[in-house]
């Protein structure tokens, strides 16, 4: 699978800068003027990104009460049917190509998660610059290879997702030609208690299927995100909402702007954090190492004295000879008169 990747203007690479992409989802509350403050709100946070969903009640679902359709898995949606949360929480495509407009003025990315053939249809007429699939779409062949035959980046969630599901998904994508991968570590849980999030999966999909990695996080708070840095994910993708005393489907796990931009902070730090891979000392390190120790005349030592643990130690500062020379030249003299507090070098000993 291909390591760089581009979307829009934004380069994903395994060197590059974390992606930030805030999700809108239903956050607006079927509200426009909501659904801009959002993007603003996201880009006053430091978002690389907006991601919407482009789908209707009618094209994810269809309006049945039978016991297949209600929802009762313990989520902060049971006790209405599936169609009933769509026909709340979806983003009027109206909506969708002006509010892309309005991410792009602010110099972000738009794209989508779209849920059918009609939807695909759609976000290729507003031409996003990428496609996600969405972890309960994961083990939709068709609409994978419809999305993997534009030959744009496509992002998996993989919360739902068995291996062989990203191992079909992406074996998709192969066969129609299409690289430009990224698989995102996910919990399909709202929100993710910490104990699921298994973090340490993020290398295995890493090294098992050669992409690039991220994550859609959907714990509360900012550590999840910024640690899972440290483990080589090069997107993060968070939901974003104004408040979240203002309710809505997604509300309850939903960012605040103050909280994302603290999120968006503790990514950059972990990222200059992370650093290289090689070991070595930086500048200012080097400088540092003058406070190590080294061997001092610790007493006044006269020309010929001998040399002893009484009156040459290894203390700081590390101007003096290496302290691997301690029992090389204890029993030797003096050349000249050492005053205590001389750093030892070997043109002053005999």
Known sequence: MNKEIKIGNHTISETSPVFVVAELSANHNQDYGRALEIIHAAKEAGADAVKLQTYTADTITIDCDDSYFQINRGTLWDGTTLYKLYQEAYTPWEWQPKLKEEAEKLG???????????????????????????????????????????????????GIAYPEDIERALGVC??????????????SSYPAPYETVNLNVIPTLARTYDCLTGISDHTMGTIVSAGSIALGVRMVEKHLTLRREDGGPDSAFSMEPKEFADMVRDI???????????????????????????????????????????????????????????????????????????????????
């Open 108 to 158: 972000m990315e738009c794209f989508s998660s779209p849920f059918d053939f009609t939807s695909v249809d759609f976000l290729e007429e507003m031409q996003v610059p990428a496609y996600k699939v969405a972890s309960y779409e994961i083990n939709d062949i068709p609409l994978i290879r419809k999305i993997a035959k534009l030959h744009k980046p496509v992002i998996f969630a993989t």
């Open 174 to 187: 192969r066969e129609e030609g299409n690289e430009d991968v990224i698989l995102l570590k996910c919990v």
């Open 268 to 350: 950059r730090i972990m990222e200059k954090a992370m650093g290289s891979s090689e070991y070595m000392l930086s500048d200012k390190q080097k400088v540092e190492r003058r406070g190590s120790r080294s061997l001092f005349a610790v007493k006044d030592i006269d020309v010929g004295e001998v040399l002893t643990a009484e009156n040459i130690r290894s203390i700081r500062p590390g101007d003096g000879l290496h302290t691997m020379y301690y029992e090389e030249i204890l029993g030797k003299r003096a050349k000249t008169f050492l005053k205590k507090g001389t750093p030892l070098k070997w043109e002053l000993i005999d």
